[in-house]
T-cell receptor, first 109, second 116 residues
Framework: GQNIDQPTEMTATEGAIVQINCTYQTSGFNGLFWYQQHAGEAPTFLSYNVLDGLEEKGRFSSFLSRSKGYSYLLLKELQMKDSASYLCAVMDSNYQLIWGAGTKLIIKP | DTAVSQTPKYLVTQMGNDKSIKCEQNLGHDTMYWYKQDSKKFLKIMFSYNNKELIINETVPNRFSPKSPDKAHLNLHINSLELGDSAVYFC???????????????FGAGSRLTVL
């Protein structure tokens, strides 16, 4: 079956750096997405990786290793507003999006 | 200004009732979706429409019927509601059809359905 694994919850301190990991086992691969979802709100797009390596976008970076079925989202200079769930999603060979359950990130002052 | 809007935001109803959730997007996107997010926070695709035509219909009970009068609207009608239907339903849209890797979704704010 198809599977996306990410930690359920993580805690970090304001101003620090946190890395949220995602491992996947899917039938084929056509890209990996990270979305941010604040409590009670809609998911919003953060990043897309289809080739191996690091994509940087401001304070957020996303890394992909296709051979390892692994990605991470790196958040730097954490702010209180970064408290949210971070959803990893993989597009399989049928171009279907397979979603992880999300990682709830709690930022403490 | 809202890109993807869905109504109502909250819906509380009794088992056995029929209800509808409406969705509209003003982004000019060709593809619209309905997702269900359950209490465990998994997002599950239910339906996908491209230019008013159904392209994805996952294993959903036929009590759920989507209707797309035009490419900017995708409504979800649910008959004979059951307790297990309680969830948050998200409408989304994208520029590309599913057969494209970089298929970024824009989500609506969600409709929280509670069946009593």
């Amino acid at each position: 079956g198809q599977n996306i694994d990410q930690p359920t919850e993580m805690t970090a301190t304001e101003g620090a750096i946190v890395q949220i990991n995602c491992t996947y086992q899917t039938s084929g691969f056509n890209g990996l997405f990270w979305y941010q979802q604040h409590a009670g709100e809609a998911p919003t797009f953060l990043s897309y990786n289809v080739l191996d390596g690091l994509e940087e976008k401001g304070r957020f970076s996303s890394f992909l290793s296709r051979s390892k079925g692994y990605s991470y989202l790196l958040l730097k200079e954490l702010q209180m507003k970064d408290s949210a769930s971070y959803l990893c999603a993989v597009m399989d060979s049928n171009y279907q999006l397979i979603w992880g359950a999300g990682t709830k990130l709690i930022i403490k002052p | 200004d809202t890109a993807v809007s869905q109504t109502p935001k909250y819906l509380v109803t009794q088992m056995g009732n029929d209800k509808s959730i409406k969705c509209e997007q003003n982004l000019g996107h060709d593809t619209m979706y309905w997702y269900k997010q359950d209490s465990k926070k998994f997002l599950k695709i239910m339906f996908s429409y491209n230019n008013k035509e159904l392209i994805i219909n996952e294993t959903v009970p036929n009590r759920f019927s989507p209707k797309s009068p035009d490419k900017a609207h995708l409504n979800l009608h649910i008959n004979s509601l059951e307790l297990g239907d309680s969830a948050v339903y998200f409408c989304a849209s994208s520029q590309e059809e599913s057969h494209s890797g970089a298929n970024v979704l824009t989500f609506g704010a969600g409709s929280r359905l509670t069946v009593l």
